[in-house]
T-cell receptor, first 111, second 116 residues
Framework: ETGVTQSPTHLIKTRGQQVTLRCSSQSGHNTVSWYQQALGQGPQFIFQYYREEENGRGNFPPRFSGLQFPNYSSELNVNALELDDSALYLC??????????FGSGTRLTVV | AQKVTQAQTEISVVEKEDVTLDCVYETRDTTYYLFWYKQPPSGELVFLIRRNSFDEQNEISGRYSWNFQKSTSSFNFTITASQVVDSAVYFCALSEGSDSNYQLIWGAGTKLIIKP
């Protein structure tokens, strides 16, 4: 059973650019959630996808968008990057009634 | 509004000491889930425990134990005979409603340092 895989592990982008982060969910999981974790803080919920549909969204602007594919993998897209978007982005997969399995995250630095 | 408070920003103890990490939560829901996660320097969040609001039994797993008290809205975590490998940031989290996989609301975390 493979776990959750995120790519890339580290990324440096310039303010104003766009970025795409990728997540492969654990085998058998149909739900993917994305969290942003700023340095020294707890994670903040961005959104969740269940069977390719957005299933809830946290307090993030529309320039944060996502997709879930038929194989339940997912992408997080961020447009018009700002310096405050610098953070660890965590992906977690799950099934209804089960628990989250988190990936190791993508460390995004915006300069 | 829902909220999770971990008042201890950082705790430092010597190996083999017992240590308790505090967690206080706020919610208006009668059905909810509480979690503890460990985050080592590698960044991955490691699941430790999930407890639903209807189960107030204390839990023990090896050197780890959890004390859930609805009367004080607390879900504290104790490590007995701490080891250097326990050094990490520990997060308490809350999920409201009957779906424990929905949005998790996280505390700010407690950084635990175990000195040899």
């Amino acid at each position: 059973e493979t776990g959750v895989t995120q790519s890339p592990t580290h990324l440096i982008k310039t303010r104003g650019q766009q970025v795409t982060l990728r997540c492969s969910s654990q085998s058998g999981h149909n739900t993917v959630s994305w969290y942003q974790q700023a340095l020294g803080q707890g994670p903040q919920f961005i959104f969740q996808y269940y069977r390719e549909e957005e299933n809830g969204r946290g307090n993030f602007p529309p320039r944060f968008s996502g997709l879930q594919f038929p194989n339940y993998s997912s992408e997080l897209n961020v447009n018009a990057l700002e310096l405050d978007d610098s953070a660890l982005y965590l992906c977690a997969s799950s099934n209804r009634g089960g628990g989250y399995t988190f990936g190791s995250g993508t460390r995004l630095t915006v300069v | 509004a829902q909220k999770v408070t971990q008042a201890q920003t950082e705790i430092s103890v010597v190996e083999k000491e017992d240590v308790t990490l505090d967690c206080v939560y706020e919610t208006r829901d009668t059905t909810y889930y509480l979690f503890w996660y460990k985050q080592p320097p590698s960044g991955e969040l490691v699941f430790l425990i999930r407890r639903n609001s209807f189960d107030e039994q204390n839990e023990i797993s090896g050197r780890y134990s959890w004390n859930f008290q609805k009367s004080t809205s607390s879900f504290n975590f104790t490590i007995t005979a701490s080891q250097v490998v326990d050094s990490a940031v520990y997060f308490c989290a809350l999920s409201e409603g009957s779906d424990s996989n929905y949005q998790l609301i996280w505390g700010a975390g407690t950084k635990l340092i175990i000195k040899p």
